[in-house]
Structure formats: structure tokens, C-alpha cells
């Protein structure tokens, strides 16, 4: 059955099946590297190879699902605007719902904002100010974490409103650039590391 298995080039008849090494050669194989962007000398990962690969983007969401059921999550937040197409998935998967959140000026109603440092300025992260409730457990997941910038400011938002970081979860870790330092004494689960 094509939409539950995988190939035989990886000797499994489902996707559970696979050891996280077998998973991350996978997932690898899934993801673009786009050279040069979106400044030289830059190699961007480019997931959208892997949204087109039903095979790959299955084994992401429910590798998520599977690390995450059973353990107290209340809400899946979404990190603008990879983050969206994984979060409302897995949320689904978890039976919770989706947070997203957005860079300034996309979200209507009243919002809760942060601003954090990038290393060629800063930048401001929004959500809707009614999405976390106080004391909600709340599962962070992104595309990639490189520097733990964008992600150690999602996790301030959900805090800020009295929430707490239940985990950060991401497809991609850039290891050489030192993100999980950021997030330091957070649960933290990635599917694929670079060096």
C-alpha cells in the first residue's frame, strides 16, 4: 500500500519501521540545498521539496506525532510561515490545536508581540493575544533552527502570556551555528542535523 509504505530501496514496509538514522537519510534526501540565498554565501535548506514528497512529508509529521503523543501538550505553535505547514498537521495528529505565529502587521484583533535580535538587525514575532491561555502546554515547531533566534522568541511570547514551552520540535538543526544554546532548558527534538 504506496501511501503507508516506503520504497524498497529502504528495505521497510512502513514508515514506524524505520530507525532514526534510515529517517534522517530520508528526510535528507527530501530537502533542496538552494546555494547563495537569500544572501551569497548562504545554503539555505529548502523544505519544499519535501511538502512534494508525500512519502517524506508523512515521515516528518508523524515522526512528530509518535515523539509527542502521550505527553502533555495543550497547544502546537507554528512559526511563520514553514512552521504553519507542520504545526496544523501534527496539532491534528495530537487532537490539540494550532497557534500561529506571524511576523507584524498579518495577524487582525488585538496581539502580543516580541522583538528579538537577528544578526543583521532585529525582528518582531505576533499572535492573537487570546491563543494561550495561562499555565497551556505548548509544543513549538519550525522548519530548521539555526542561530535559536526566531524560535527562543516564540517561546518568550508563549511565557509571556502565561503559557509554558512544552518543546521545540523542528525538521532541520544547523548545528554548527549553535541554536540550541538559546534555547537552553528547553525539550528540544529534531529529525535531521547538519554540521
Request: charged share 25%.
Amino acid at each position: 500500500y504506496k501511501r503507508q509504505g516506503i520504497n524498497a530501496e529502504y528495505g521497510v514496509t512502513s514508515l514506524f519501521l524505520m530507525d532514526p538514522k534510515q529517517r534522517e537519510e530520508r528526510i535528507k534526501k527530501s530537502i533542496r540545498d538552494v546555494p547563495d540565498f537569500p544572501k551569497p554565501g548562504i545554503l539555505f535548506k529548502d523544505i519544499t521539496t519535501l511538502l512534494l514528497d508525500h512519502e517524506a512529508f508523512s515521515l516528518v509529521i508523524n515522526s512528530f506525532i509518535e515523539h509527542f503523543k502521550g505527553q502533555k501538550i495543550d497547544l502546537v505553535a507554528g512559526l511563520e510561515s514553514r512552521g504553519f505547514l507542520l504545526a496544523t498537521p501534527v496539532a491534528l495528529g495530537l487532537g490539540v490545536g494550532t497557534v500561529i505565529m506571524r511576523k507584524p502587521k498579518k495577524l487582525p484583533g488585538q496581539k502580543v508581540s516580541v522583538t528579538y535580535d537577528l544578526e543583521y538587525g532585529s525582528d518582531t514575532l505576533e499572535m492573537t493575544a487570546d491563543s494561550i491561555k495561562p499555565g497551556q502546554r505548548v509544543l513549538v515547531i519550525d522548519d530548521l533552527i539555526a542561530t535559536g533566534g526566531t524560535c527562543s522568541a516564540a517561546c518568550s511570547l508563549v511565557e509571556k502570556v502565561g503559557g509554558q514551552v512544552a518543546a521545540c520540535a523542528f525538521v532541520c538543526e544547523l548545528h554548527g551555528l549553535h541554536g540550541r544554546q538559546k534555547l537552553a532548558g528547553k525539550d528540544i527534538f529534531v529529525l535531521v542535523t547538519y554540521d
